[in-house]
Nanobody
Framework: VQLQASGGGLVQAGDSLRLSCKAS????????MAWFRQAPGKEREFVSG????????YYADSMKGRFTISRDRAESTVTLQMNSLKPEDTAVYYC????????????????WGQGTLVTVSS
């Protein structure tokens, strides 16, 4: 399975962006998906996740109410809608997948996309 992330860019504080992560390769079922981000000089952190079969969603506290994750099973795509962006949201955003139970630790994910840069100016 390969993951291709897209949708990053330069926006102003308060703007919105939509990130997409498309999976390709073998039949994409039973994978739990997550978005992580890594800002310069900081560790990679969990942003949001979704279980593929039930669509259960998870968010880091600082993203609740601003970010929405969804998946399109037919298109094997996970989308992260980010609203009310803040300068502190500036980071490279990565999508990741795992077949076992949902986890928020990045080390638990064996499959990663290449990352997409989000820059939020003040």
């Amino acid at each position: 399975v390969q993951l291709q992330a897209s949708g990053g860019g330069l926006v102003q504080a308060g703007d919105s962006l939509r990130l997409s992560c498309k999976a390709s390769g073998r039949t994409f079922t039973n994978y739990n998906m997550a978005w992580f981000r890594q800002a310069p000089g900081k560790e990679r952190e969990f942003v949001s996740g979704i279980t593929w079969n039930l669509g259960s969603t998870y968010y880091a506290d600082s993203m609740k109410g601003r970010f929405t994750i969804s998946r399109d099973r037919a298109e094997s795509t996970v989308t992260l809608q980010m609203n009310s962006l803040k300068p502190e949201d500036t980071a490279v955003y990565y999508c990741a997948a795992r077949t076992m139970g949902f986890q928020t630790q990045s080390a638990a994910y064996p499959i990663w996309g290449q990352g997409t840069l989000v820059t939020v100016s003040s």
